[in-house]
């Protein structure tokens, strides 16, 4: 390849440009198809009326529809533990609460079972947030979480009862 052919030019990197061979199929194949996928979505975006934002709202809509009726389910729950007053009362609670939750298995006093006595030494950790963290999530042997089934009031006063014995 001459630099001296008409076709061929040298750049000032060396590189010499060789424009009589043209680009391989596949290459032309890429580069136009590519160009045309690309049209094609900006105009299906821009006429379609179609936007992702939009369809988040739509769902964002749908789902804040569907709220109101687990909130009504959920709603009588809440308020005896909204009105809570003296402590006792709520230990009480706590109390009624282990006895239906617990005691299976860390016995009727708290005083252990198959689960560890909860009146002495604490594993991971005797603060109101560890033992609300043991209740809500779990702990690995064979503590179930109760996230699910217990209301967060309902797991402080049992938070609350547990760190009283
Ligand atoms: C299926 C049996 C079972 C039930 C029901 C159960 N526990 Fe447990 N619990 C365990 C076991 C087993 C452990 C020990 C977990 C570990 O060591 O990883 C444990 C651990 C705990 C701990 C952590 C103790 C520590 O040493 O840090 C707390 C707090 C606790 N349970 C409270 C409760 C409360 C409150 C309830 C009722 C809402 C309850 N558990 C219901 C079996 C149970």
Same mark, same amino acid.
């Given at each position: ?7 061929n030019e040298e750049h000032a990197d060396g590189i010499v440009e060789d424009r009589e ?13 590519l160009i045309i996928w690309g049209v094609a979505f900006m105009s299906f975006y821009l006429l ?7 369809? %988040? ?6 789902? !804040?529809?569907?709220?109101? +009726?687990?909130?009504?389910? #959920?709603?009588?729950? &809440? ?38 006595? %909860? ?6 950790? !005797?603060?109101?947030?560890? +033992?609300?963290?043991?209740? #809500?999530?779990?702990? &690995? ?25």
């Open positions: 390849m001459s630099t001296t052919d008409p076709h061979k043209a680009p391989p199929v596949y290459f032309n194949v890429l580069f136009y198809g379609s009326g179609w936007s992702s934002d939009a369809e %988040l709202k739509e769902k964002m809509a749908i789902h !804040k529809g569907e709220q109101p +009726v687990q909130q009504e389910a #959920a709603a009588p729950t &809440p308020a005896p533990a909204a009105v809570q007053a003296p402590a006792e009362v709520v230990a009480a609670d706590g109390q009624t609460l282990f006895k239906k939750h617990c005691a299976g298995c860390h016995g009727a006093n708290g005083k252990g079972a198959f689960g560890p006595d %909860l009146s002495g030494e604490y594993k991971y950790g !005797k603060t109101t947030m560890a +033992v609300h963290e043991s209740i #809500a999530y779990g702990r &690995p042997k064979n503590m179930p979480g109760f996230e699910e089934k217990l209301s967060p009031e309902e797991i402080d006063a049992l938070t609350e009862f547990i760190l009283s014995l």
